[in-house]
């Protein structure tokens, strides 16, 4: 399987969670976990060719030009994270589906979990920095997502802030560290940058990229100072915790400082940097854990501390400190996931977290009791489990370290460290599960269903299988990943006894440390709490609160939801740097002759300054300024006609004649008369404002119009060559579905994303307390009789017909007359909108056939066939090919593939037209008005007296 | 030939001219809006007609081929001018006279203007949930 599409799968699979939410809570979790499945499948059948030591590329050119390329490979490293994300994923969809309740909205929790399963896939496969940094940023969001999925709870809510913030700032330092190391590399590809490891340490900015670099590692994988924003992301649902804390999100960190170890590592920056902060989060986290009360805050500081030890052991910069830290990723993956789900359903069935009011738990639990006493046991480093193995690697490495050039200093704070770890690892057994039965839980707990203890079991017996067989079953893995961080072949050799080596000792006194911590927690625990410690919280709200409300009233002061405010501050701005831009350069008087002013453009200029200068004095009456835009609006048309461009003068009859329409109705609920709301002073401001944007608009229409282009123009590009690659005679319809077509194409779907959310605003309007205003609108006319009268009801019937044949003259005509699927669509929408206007809403709803939703989204997606088509063809998007083709007995015609996309954007037109008129009319109906089924309101041909 | 032809182009052409200015003018001159409405429905749509069926004579003669634009244009124009002019008539009726000043129309039916017609049926229409 395309690697692409094994970090792709992961999004596809986002999509049908909120679809299958419809058939039940099973299929949406067997979607997830298919689309996890099988990406997991396509992995593990690379599995036997990175193990013979190949590294398999997928290489997509995305936007070569900035040096950005869809570019994913997989080699030891790649394959070990990717297999923990979608397998500990796979176990957590699975754990999910029994753990959330029947309330929470499972659709959504699987379309997030998905998202951020495919952000951390995409991570470990890219082989593309910037890439990377697409996916790194992915993460963070779709995080955020995940550990806000209970909008209800503030800590949850809180949470999610934090977690964005803190990474998010950490991920903003990275880009410019990562485009930095690119700079120095001379390419944005890992597998070149991979190899530039002397020259990128040689260079000035090597300090800098570092930095900027670990910035965005540590704040992911909460290093000390960030490893505040943790522990909070716990108020999010367990499931999510045990994914994103033991085996995904905070190894992002971690993965990355892995993937540049042989770039980075091997400096003394390095180490004093990444060892330091490393060995500063284990210690820090091993000992606030332990004071920790909250099952998931205990488990959240060693993760921290967990964390820190692997941080450290890469900060060490040697490949037997790498060789263990990657054994030790996957053990933590182990036991902390399992840990983590294990507290999951403790908290599922006792109905808290507090480790106070738990307590012998063990004869209540004993399926939990026998995971968590594993799991717990092996991060404790008890023998022979797999914790223990990695443990003992990294003391022995500890000891071998050299800080500061005190050689006792490293090896003494990782033991403490290491003894607060056995401390809290048996703090977890003993004082959850140990001890007497009590009756005071919240909730009398039990065992859970198999479901919800399948995946912890499955680790659980994963952590004493690795611990008794390490090197049959995952000695070539650690072989592999560990030669991928290094970039040589690493040695390794995982075994239990190594003799009475001095790690054993540190080791025992660690295990006995851990037993007098716990045994004296009591006291300890009192004098911690009366101790007085930096709450990180409040520091972090301390910072970021006078931040939001500075940013907060600098916002408010530009942006206060006055459009005229906007506008202002644009034009001002425009203006003067216009002006600025201006007074800089030097002028030269335009070269070009000025041509005779002849009578018809004269009379066209007099007829929009006049409507003009009326707009600026009438516009408070707002019919009377709708059709002086209409007038200004069929003068452009006819200035287009003048200067021959037939297209563009249809299209802006069309539009013209559209927007009066809808315009008029949505006027029928505004108030006529716009009341005069600013003060003269003001006024005079705002003139002046616009007096000199017109002006200066002006003058830089005459001085641009005197001169020549300073380039050549794409536009005898497009005519020469619009026949022969277009297949179309018309140019401006080439350039529209052909040359430019990418551009149509995004301008569709923002017209039907505008005709979805004005649909969306009358829903809403027509519910809220707008809806009530309206039911008591008093209409500030009286209305007429006759609204439909029978002359405009017989015109318009007769009109259908034609105005559609016209359509789809001008339709078929398009590629090489004027004409095209837009002009048709508005041409055609007309014809339909006449029909609204002489019979009435329900008379036309009651014979529309077709959801105008359904048809601009069937437009849209004709217009993406059309355009993918030519993938099939091995071209780019929207080339089109054409052919001649004769059925007698007509005349020899054109058929090209452009138009099936002009057809998309032909019905997308329509049914946007359409769609906003239906809107609209539905607010007069909510409003009180009547609507008849009948065609007409006085029917002459009805007998007397039963007129409709 | 040519020459009856140009005799008749010219005289049509002057004819619509003749037209044209009349009906401007009664526009501009006549005293309120029911009246007024004639002018430019009767006169300016003659008007035009001249010139279109000069148009089309025009073109069969001298330029040897027979143009059915004007005839789409003429079509269009008789079908939309006595719509607008009803509409405007309808608006004026609404906005500037009362029901009693009109002479009770013929047959004993009502003046279609002042008519509530519809009112009191409500429709529901499809979609449209009440919220």
Known sequence: ?948 | MELAAEILIAALMVISGVFGLIGSFGLLKLPDLMTRLHAPTKATTLGVGGVLIASMIHFAIFADHISFHELLITLFLLLTAPITAHFIAKSHIHREVRADELPPPAGGAAWGCFERTGDGRRIEVPGERQG
């Not at chain 1, 367990?238 to 994103?244: E, G, H, I, N």
């Open chain 1, 1 to 948: 399987m395309s690697l692409a599409l094994i970090a792709a799968l992961p999004f596809l699979g986002a999509l049908l969670p909120g679809l299958m939410i419809r058939a039940g809570r099973n299929a949406c979790a067997i979607a997830a976990g298919s689309a996890t499945l099988l990406a997991l499948t396509g992995l593990l059948l690379h599995a036997p060719a990175v193990f013979r030591g190949e590294v398999l590329h997928t290489r997509i050119a995305w936007l070569p030009q900035l040096g950005l390329d869809a570019n994913f490979v997989l080699d030891g490293l790649g394959l070990l994270f990717a297999g923990l994300i979608l397998g500990i994923g796979l176990l957590i969809i699975l754990y999910a589906r029994f753990y959330l309740a029947k309330s929470d909205p499972m659709g959504q929790f699987y379309t997030y979990l998905m998202l951020f399963q495919g952000a951390m896939t995409g991570i470990v496969l890219s082989d593309n920095i910037l890439l990377l940094l697409i996916f790194w940023e992915l993460t963070s969001l779709s995080s955020f997502l995940l550990i806000g999925y209970w909008k209800h709870l503030p800590e949850g809510r809180q949470g999610a802030r934090m977690a964005l913030t803190v990474t998010g700032m950490g991920g903003l330092a990275m880009i410019a560290g990562m485009l930095i190391l690119g700079q120095i590399a001379g390419s944005y590809d890992l597998s070149v940058i991979l190899t530039k490891g002397p020259e990128i340490q040689a260079s000035e900015w090597y300090l800098t990229a570092l930095v900027l670099i670990l910035l965005g590692c540590f704040t992911k994988s909460a290093q000390f100072p960030f490893h505040f924003w943790l522990p909070h992301a716990m108020a999010a649902p367990t499931p999510v915790s045990a994914y994103l804390h033991s085996a995904t999100m905070v190894k992002a960190g971690l993965f990355l400082m892995a993937r540049l170890w042989p770039v980075l590592a091997g400096t003394e920056e390095w180490f004093a940097l990444v060892a330091s902060a490393g060995l500063i989060t284990m210690v820090l986290g091993a000992v606030i854990g332990l004071y920790k009360n909250d099952l998931k805050a205990l488990l959240a500081f060693s993760t921290v501390s967990h964390l820190g030890l692997i941080t450290m052991l890469l900060g060490f910069g040697t490949e037997a400190a790498a060789v263990v830290a990657v054994f030790h990723i996957i053990n933590h993956a182990t036991f902390k996931a399992a840990l983590f789900m294990a507290a999951g359903i403790v908290d599922h069935e006792a109905h808290t977290r507090d480790i106070r009011r738990l307590g012998g738990l063990r004869r209540l639990m004993p399926v939990t009791f026998a995971i968590v006493a594993v799991a717990a046991l092996s991060m404790a480093g008890i023998p022979p489990l797999n914790g223990f193995l990695s443990k003992e690697m990294m003391l022995e490495e500890a000891f071998e370290t050299v800080w500061f050039g005190l050689p006792w200093l490293l090896p003494a704070l990782a033991t403490l460290g290491a003894t607060f770890s056995v401390a809290y690892s048996f703090r977890l057994v003993a004082h959850v599960f140990l001890g007497p039965v009590r009756d005071d839980y919240p909730h009398r707990p039990h065992d859970p269903g198999f479901g919800m203890w399948a995946a912890p079991a499955f680790l659980a017996g994963l952590v004493v299988l690795i611990g008794l067989l390490p090197m049959t079953l995952t000695g070539d893995l650690v072989r592999v990943v560990a030669g991928a961080v290094t970039g040589g072949t690493a040695y390794v050799n995982i075994y239990h006894w190594h003799g009475f080596v001095p790690a054993l000792f540190m080791s025992l006194a660690a295990v006995g440390g851990g037993l007098v911590l716990l045994g004296l927690h009591g006291p300890l625990a009192r004098a911690w709490d009366n101790a007085p410690r930096p709450e990180a919280k409040v520091i972090f709200d301390a910072i970021v609160e006078p931040a939001a409300r500075l940013a907060r009233g600098f916002t408010d002061a530009l942006h206060d939801g006055a459009f005229t405010r906007y506008a202002a501050i644009f034009t001002v701005a425009v203006v003067a740097a216009g002006a600025w831009a201006f007074a800089g350069g030097g002028h030269v008087p335009g070269a070009r002759e000025t041509t005779p002013v002849t009578p018809v453009p004269a009379v066209g200029w007099l007829l929009l300054v006049t409507c003009a200068a009326l707009l600026a004095t009438m516009h408070r009456d707002r019919l009377v300024s709708l059709v002086l835009i209409g007038v200004v609006g069929l003068t452009v048309a006819l200035t287009f006609a003048y200067f021959s461009a037939p297209d563009l003068a249809l299209t802006q009859i069309l539009v013209e004649v559209a927007t009066v329409v809808l315009m008029l109705l949505a006027l029928n609920f505004l108030p006529k008369r716009t009341p005069v709301e600013s003060s003269g002073v003001r006024r005079l401001r705002d003139g002046a404002i616009a007096a000199a944007a017109g002006l200066g608009a002006a003058a830089l229409a005459y001085a641009l119009m005197l001169r020549d282009f300073a380039f050549p123009t794409i536009s005898d590009y497009h005519l020469a060559n619009a026949k022969d690659l277009g297949g179309g005679t018309n140019v401006v319809n080439v350039i529209l579905v052909d040359f430019r077509g990418y551009d149509t194409y995004g301008e569709i779907l923002v017209l039907a994303i505008g005709a979805l959310v004005i649909f969306a605003l009358t829903e809403a309007l027509l519910r809220g307390p707008a809806a009530r205003r309206l039911l008591a609108r008093v209409p500030d006319q009286a209305k007429a009789g006759d609204r439909h009268p029978m002359m405009l009801v017989v015109a318009t019937r007769l009109a259908l017909p034609f105005v559609l044949m016209v359509g789809i003259y001008l339709f078929l005509r398009g590629h090489n007359e004027p004409g095209g699927g837009f002009i048709a669509g508005l041409l055609v929408a007309i014809g339909v909108l006449i029909q609204y206007m002489a019979s009435g809403l329900a008379w036309a709803e009651a014979r529309q056939r077709a959801d105008w939703h359904a048809v601009i989204a069937v437009g849209a997606l004709i217009a993406a066939a059309g355009g993918i088509g030519s993938f099939l063809a091995d071209r780019p998007f929207l080339t089109s090919s054409f052919g001649y083709v004769t059925i007698p007995p007509f005349e020899k015609f054109e058929l090209a593939t452009a138009m099936v996309f002009d057809l998309g954007v032909f019905l997308v037109v329509v049914g946007v037209v359409l769609l906003i008129l239906s809107s609209l009319s539905r607010i007069g109906i909510r409003a009180g008005e009547t609507v008849n089924v009948a065609p007409m309101d006085i029917d002459p041909s009805a007998p007397r007296g039963k007129e409709r």
